[in-house]
């Protein structure tokens, strides 16, 4: 299947001061410096202890597709034109060969400071991938963060669909959410484009616009369904029960049980949810169910959600018994404005709803639309670089250094330490020092049962891993979840996790820290 | 210059339950139905009173691209195997020659209730619009009302510039921000393929990256510059004062200087802002003034940015008159974590800020991420259509009509008010009703002194108009922001605007009402 892909995905999406850094590199001939670059965020989002990365296959496409082309070499001259023609050249002829990228990935769950994503080649073009490279994973790890924090508010029996193309911060927004929020534990999107590329199960059924449509019986073109007048037999329910429903809706479900007679789901809140929308469904399925097919179920999408659902579920018990029909399995959907605040509040209240239709909340991460990662050179000419900060929080950990993850002899993860390329590397039943990046005082001794690399070798030139699918990091993330513990996980104060250093590394930043920030004296 | 196009901004970038309608629509012969669809919104966001609308070359792309391919086609038969295959044929037939399309133009001020757009054409076609039409004029429209809060804020001396292409919610969001904040009055981006694609000044310095790369005067592999050792005469300046600055710092100052002789804008912060980011950049400063270079300015980026900034010019002053040199015209930039909050408390505070580079804040529209404009049927086989809800406010205004703006004599918006397209449209120096939409006691006599009518047809089965380039488009919402109250775009208990109906609609409106749901019955 042709599909269209992102063009956006391109090295210039970049900040200007990328390319002016590159410049100066270049005239000051360091452009091919070998350097080291992390990329971390310092705070979990969601006031949240965790995080879950996602963005690998389109670092990956951003790698594979490294170079400026044409037109781009020819605007960026014309922006800077006092550089030099051979910068130019220069600049024509790079690509992401003599780069080596490791990642975290997708569906892993993070932590701060850890770097999850380590860059290494030529100074100026690892410097050239910051912006891009941030861009593709922050807000990916974002959403996916959202969605498993959903999931879990909801419980892992109800369906989750995500319904927030329209909401979404632009049509990338939307691809990235619907994509994302599948990896963190969605069920399903109601976005198509999403579906056809990502291949994420599709669910929908219909707007208001289409009760709206219809008036009443004389708008129905097509009223027969399996040889009886679908419109009468439901009519006759009505009549039977004396109800007061509106007409154009009644016409409307029929019209729409007739086009998806194994699918009918209705949304009931055009008119009034339990005197029309309810009623008027319940009607149709009875009429359905005379010629052999059962209704879906109904949607909520407005109102108070916990109430109506059980009301709901009532009035289909009701009907069952009066008519003895089985409308057991009948779904109720909600998808008003629901956020993670609002799931657990229902779970709390009781209610009798099957799935969610979740969207503006989900989609743009309402409650923290942005995850603050960074990308910051730790090491250049093979020289361990530390950025100094008026604020502590933003001080970097210098060197080339790897991330591992230590766990406990019950499976549980007990830290995340980082140590230099250049140090041994942790080891099982091997006890091993673990100290605080920024508080000299916290620090613990572990002797892990398992080590865990945290990055993985994706790009060496190309690529030399297979990127995973959508269900692979979807599956990664729900085994994650059991190895790490459940009050670092939780909504209401979760327990930070340790994320630490190796003495060696410790000792070395401070090092560094002293040396470059002389004390400074007051009169 | 070849540009890269938005692959993402297809019609199959929608709901499912549009094209579930769709199929219902045409099972029932309705699909070649005339219908009117408005999209609106309902609240302003950002806890103001207004918005500004943006989107209108976004949504002609859609309109003109309006085609199912191949691979939908047969990706949309995957889904619904039960479908006819004379709709496949029939899908796989449409686009938008039949619609009409009106649209407020980018960068019009616009108020909750008025139909922003108005599609007409075939109930199928037009339905099928809906989610893509959303995506791309609710964040396009919410980040140029951004942007023009925090132009307010700032003041209009004041540079802005769109530094957020990282945080931003994947890579169109990015491009949308940088775009649309243009519009809404920023004056640059740091984002170069929005600069390359849209034609947006750009500006950029260098990152903490560049000043870490170097360790001391031992990193330069070029000192000199028009014949003076740079390092040696900034040092020179450096013992004179003696400043204990970092030299790792100084040196890549001066490597930068000699990149950008004519722009050199420092980051001051790498390792302490006053003690060395400042004293370095004022050392290099002096020697470049020595060989006939004026610099340009430090960029602050953590800390208390009102105090740095202060002290730094201090600085500027102090060693400006202690050198006899001209500094000031030095910039001082500021771009840590810039809010609208920020911008007004820094103007309570004073400060000596020249520009602002805004990023998380202002792209991914942290106060408020998702504006929730929607699009309702409104009319249906030349029937005015009402939906009603449980909810008073999500009650939808019917009938196909048209929206203006009357203006008082004195220049200024009195009202928008919304009249059925059949009945007279308002005219200048005639009396007209006014009727708020749904509080029957608020009313009022218009004598209008100028009558705008707020949407334009863009769009008649093919463009129709010529899309407002940006400029044009921000030079409007700057005429347009001097024909609005200042009390309706304040921050602080902001006053709303009069939106209304004319007599006709709201009394039609109101028989409508009452005709789609009876009153209920409670025993």
């Given at each position: 299947?042709?599909?269209?892909r ?24 360091h452009?091919n410096?070998p350097?080291?670059?992390?990329a ?20 990956v ?12 070499v020819?605007?960026?001259r ?17 690509d992401?060969?003599?780069l080596?990228v ?21 100074l ?14 922050n807000?990916?790890?974002?959403i ?48 198509l484009?999403?579906?056809?590329i990502h ?11 289409y009760?709206v ?21 439901a ?8 109800l ?16 998806y007679?194994d699918?009918?789901?209705?949304l ?8 029309s ?5 319940i ?8 010629v ?30 009066k ?13 008003n ?18 799935a969610?239709?979740i969207?503006?909340?989900l989609?743009?991460?309402?409650a ?7 990308y ?7 020289t ?12 970097t ?18 830290c ?13 039943g091997?006890?091993?020092m673990?100290r605080?990046?920024l508080?000299?005082?916290k ?22 891993r ?10 990664r993330l729900?085994?994650?979840?059991k ?6 996980t ?11 250093l190796?003495s060696?590394?410790?000792d ?15 009169q």
């Amino acid at each position: 299947m042709e599909v269209p892909r992102n063009q956006y995905i391109r090295p210039l999406l970049t900040d200007m001061y990328q390319l002016t850094m590159c410049y100066a590199y270049w005239k000051n001939n360091h452009h091919n410096d070998p350097a080291v670059f992390d990329a971390f965020f310092r705070k979990c989002p969601f006031k949240g202890e965790y995080a879950v990365f996602g963005g690998v296959s389109e670092i990956v496409e951003l790698l594979k597709n490294f170079k400026f082309n044409e037109a781009e070499v020819d605007y960026i001259r014309f922006l800077m034109p006092h550089a030099e023609e051979e910068f130019f050249i220069y600049l024509a002829s790079i690509d992401a060969s003599q780069l080596k990228v490791w990642i975290v990935p997708d569906g892993t769950i993070v932590f701060p400071r850890i770097n999850l994503i380590r860059v290494e080649g030529p100074l100026a073009i690892a410097q050239l991938c910051e912006t891009t490279l941030l861009v593709l994973c922050n807000f990916a790890s974002l959403i996916t963060t959202n969605a498993a924090r959903f999931r879990k508010a909801a419980g892992s029996d109800k369906h989750l669909s995500e319904f927030g193309t329209r909401r979404a911060q632009g049509t990338d927004g939307a691809m990235t959410a619907s994509k994302y929020s599948y990896v963190g534990g969605f069920d399903s999107t109601s976005n198509l484009l999403a579906g056809m590329i990502h291949k994420i199960p599709t669910i929908g059924t219909h707007a208001h616009a289409y009760v709206v449509c219809y008036s009443g019986p004389k708008d129905l073109s097509t009223r027969i369904f399996k040889d009886i007048d679908l419109y009468d037999h439901a009519d006759k329910y009505r009549k039977e029960n004396n109800l007061k429903t509106n007409d154009g809706e009644l016409a409307a479900f029929v019209s729409y049980a007739i086009a998806y007679p194994d699918k009918f789901l209705a949304l009931v809140d055009t008119y009034d949810t339990l005197s029309s929308g309810v009623p008027n469904f319940i009607c149709v399925a009875l009429a359905l169910n005379e010629v052999g097919h059962k209704a879906y179920g109904i949607r909520l999408d407005s109102g108070d959600l916990a109430y109506l659902s059980i009301e709901s579920r009532k009035l289909f018990r009701q009907y069952a018994a009066k008519y003895s029909v089985d409308f057991d399995k009948l779904m109720i959907v909600a998808s008003n404005d629901i956020n993670e605040g609002v799931l657990r509040s229902l779970n709390i209240q009781g209610h009798e709803i099957n799935a969610f239709g979740i969207g503006t909340n989900l989609v743009t991460c309402q409650a923290q639309p942005a995850l603050g990662m960074v990308y910051k050179l730790v090491e250049v000419r093979n020289t361990p670089r530390i950025k100094i900060s008026n604020e502590k929080d933003k001080i970097t950990i210098p060197c080339q250094k790897k991330a591992f993850r230590l766990y406990g002899s019950d499976g549980i993860a007990i830290c995340d330490i980082m140590s230099r390329s250049s140090d041994p590397e942790p080891e099982i039943g091997k006890k091993i020092m673990a100290r605080s990046p920024l508080d000299e005082k916290k620090r613990m001794f572990v002797v892990p049962s398992k080590v865990e690399a945290i990055n993985e070798l994706f790009w060496d030139g190309q690529l030399v891993r297979d990127v995973p699918s959508l269900s692979e990091s979807r599956d990664r993330l729900i085994a994650q979840l059991k190895s790490i513990r459940s009050d670092i996980t939780r909504e209401t104060n979760p327990t930070p996790y340790k994320v630490s250093l190796t003495s060696g590394l410790y000792d070395y930043m401070m090092y560094l820290w002293d040396m470059e920030v002389p004390i400074r004296e007051f009169q």
